[in-house]
């Protein structure tokens, strides 16, 4: 089965570069606000697990469609022999500076690739782009024309009546905000044009849907295990016997919190990594750590954690007191001793236990101290790393590779995210209660793998649907 090739083609600063970005998912293709970004043909093939699904030929935009059309037609024979003509003009002019777009983009088609021939639907039809067209229908080769809407102003109804006398297939395609299933559709349409291309391109649609979910399961893996490993750091620092705790707990404090920043931003580079986005520059709030932030209702809030999320939360004021006694029997938790011993209320020893850097002191055998931070048992510091990891994901899963600017993630869209359910956060809650006590790390990640698999399918189904869109330009 041979893997089909599309040459993308069309006037100049038409989106062809974004259209073969968006179809080969790759962010290495040069796409600029300039017309003659493209100067070269360059073939991106489409791979998938090693194997090539089909390539696309990105191609520079027509230049002098108009004379070139003249000479054809100054040679014309019969129509059987229309591709002959290109033919030749492709062989007189190859090696003169004055048709080398008109020859670069026609050569890989008269190799016999398939054309996808590209136009702006947000400005008006002209009579100037039909020599461009009557060149390609004289190659022969099947072909598609897509219409990709730029701009806000509409014509393609015009259009759609123009193209639709060289092509037998017409379709809009926004190059750079085409959700997942719009690119399907297209191979499949693609599928259409040819006989020997219904096969491999039907194939390769299957093959992307396969690989989109696992690149989904692989995301959700990585969310999780990177939860597990913030939930269960502990680091530690040796002193003397007489501890100057006034300069080491801070200083073993802002260490913890660095360190779990760092694990959330190797996550994003890793998600960023399995989408094939290996060029986004990230613009995110960091995660704010202080005791204070994961405790006020604005940083839930700003972390897409819902009014509903935070009464959920409250609930837990149970399991949070006994989560208390258990770090007291453990060993001398610092707080935990403090606020037992002044004898303080079941409200104060939940902010306690809540704390996102516990410090212990605890005593070496050989004499000396161990000062050690962590694990955290903040109740609401997993949910808002869960958050903060969705809406990453999701954002980076609905880019097309055609979109090169940075990626901002605010916390106002935060608020976009639908909150988790309930059933969610029990099977949640189970896992982190094992893990808040040290157990059952490498099931734990497996379950929360499952069911973070299952939340990032659920906001596909409810942010897909464009509302978490990026900006167009
Ligand atoms: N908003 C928006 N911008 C687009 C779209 N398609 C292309 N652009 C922008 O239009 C400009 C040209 O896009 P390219 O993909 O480089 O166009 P091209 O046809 O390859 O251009 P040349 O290589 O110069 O012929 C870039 O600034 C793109 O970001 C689109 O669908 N929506
Ligand atoms: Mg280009």
């Known amino acids: 089965m041979e893997a089909p090739i599309f040459a993308v083609v069309g006037h100049p600063n038409k989106g062809k570069s974004s259209m073969v970005a968006t179809l080969a998912a790759d962010d290495s293709v040069r796409i600029g606000p300039e017309a003659g970004t493209t100067r070269h043909c360059r073939a991106y093939p489409m ?26 037609r100054a040679h014309e024979t019969t129509a059987d022999r229309h591709v002959d003509v290109v033919r030749a003009f492709v062989e007189v002019h190859r090696h003169q500076s004055l048709f080398a777009a008109e020859c670069e983009l026609l050569e890989p088609i008269l190799r016999g690739a398939g054309i996808l021939y590209v136009v702006d639907g947000s400005v008006p039809y002209g009579e100037e782009y039909e020599p461009e067209m009557e060149i390609l229908r004289w190659t022969g080769q099947p072909s598609m ?11 393609l109804e015009s259009w759609r009546r123009a193209l639709g006398q060289y092509f037998k297939v017409v379709r809009v395609f926004n190059a750079v905000m085409a959700e997942f299933h719009k690119r399907t559709e297209l191979l499949r349409g693609f599928g259409q044009l040819k006989e020997e291309w219904r096969e491999p391109l039907e194939h390769a649609a299957a093959s992307l849907e396969r690989d989109q979910q696992a690149k989904r399961a692989r995301a959700a893996r990585e969310v999780a295990d990177t939860l597990v490993a913030m939930l269960t750091h502990r680091i530690e620092t040796r002193t003397g016997p007489e501890p100057r705790l006034a300069i080491l707990r801070p200083e073993l404090e802002e260490r913890f919190r660095a360190d779990l920043r760092r694990l959330e931003q190797r996550c994003r580079d890793r998600v960023e990594a399995i989408y094939a986005h290996r060029r986004v520059a990230r613009r995110e709030p960091t995660l704010e750590l202080g005791e204070e932030d994961l405790f006020a209702e604005r ?7 819902s009014r509903r999320d935070l009464a959920a ?18 060993g001398a938790s610092l707080l935990a001793g403090a606020v037992l011993g002044a004898g303080i209320g079941a409200s104060l020893a939940w902010w306690a236990v809540g704390r996102l850097v516990t410090i212990r002191i605890l005593n070496l ?28 994901r999701l954002r980076i899963s609905l880019r097309t590779h055609a979109i090169q600017g940075e990626l901002a993630l605010t916390a106002d869209s935060h608020e976009t995210m639908e909150s988790l359910t309930s059933e969610v956060r029990r099977e949640f809650e189970a896992v982190f209660a094992k893990l808040r006590k040290g157990r059952e790390a490498v099931d734990g990640a497996l379950r929360l793998a499952a069911t973070i698999e299952r939340v990032f399918a659920d906001d596909e189904r409810s942010g897909g649907a464009g509302r978490l869109g990026e900006p167009s330009r």
């Open 47 to 72: 791979t998938v697990d090693g194997q090539v699904l089909y390539t696309l030929v990105d191609t520079p935009g027509f230049q002098r469609s108009r004379r070139a059309w003249e000479w054809m």
């Open 299 to 305: 940083t839930w809030l700003a972390f897409g954690l």
């Open 145 to 155: 024309a897509l219409i990709n809407p730029i701009g806000p102003a509409d014509y």
């Open 365 to 392: 055998p050989l004499g000396g101290k161990a000062l050690v931070a962590g694990p955290t048992r903040n109740p609401n510091f997993p949910y808002v790393v869960i958050n903060r990891a969705r809406y990453h």
């Open 313 to 330: 939360t409250g609930a837990m004021g149970g399991a949070a007191t006994g989560a208390l006694v258990d770090a007291h029997l453990g």
